[in-house]
């Protein structure tokens, strides 16, 4: 049980210095681009759906390991084991839209629920950081 909560614990430590990396980079450029004001936020939109992805990929990477190691548990329903499926089944999780297609068995499920919250957490932390961006460089014509 100490190596799945280490495991876990090391996952989501990685996406959350990933995302608070593309946030603080972001909040550097921002002031240095010469865009225009409302185009800083497109951009911002775009390179935060992609720290999302990259993200969602570590998990996905996490849920294969773990899937074709013994002892770690196994997925059950429309799941062939594949790296997409585990793409797929991390994209659901994330978002917490758990479409249950797919479902963890084992110590797997640990790992879901974890990226559930953790997806919950850095979308919400996103959601801030372009409102408070918005506010600062959104120009009323």
């Known amino acids: ?12 430590a990685t996406v959350v210095i990933i995302h608070y990396e593309f946030m603080f980079r972001f ?22 759906l992609c720290a999302h992805a990259i993200e969602i990929w570590i998990f996905a990477l996490s849920f294969l390991w773990m899937h074709h190691a013994d002892g770690w548990g196994e997925f059950d329903g429309n799941f062939e084991g594949s790296l997409m499926d585990c793409v797929y089944f991390s994209f659901s999780t994330y978002t917490t839209l758990g479409f249950g297609d797919v479902v963890p068995h084992g110590e797997l499920r640990y790992l879901a629920g974890l990226e559930a919250l953790t997806g919950l957490v850095l979308i919400t932390w996103t959601a801030s950081f372009l409102y408070l961006e918005m506010t600062r460089y959104w120009v009323r014509d």
């Open 27 to 48: 909040t550097l450029l921002m002031p240095k681009l010469t865009v225009r004001h409302r185009f800083r936020i497109v951009l911002g939109v775009f390179g935060a």
């Open 1 to 12: 049980m100490l190596t799945v909560f280490a495991v876990n614990i090391m996952v989501i």
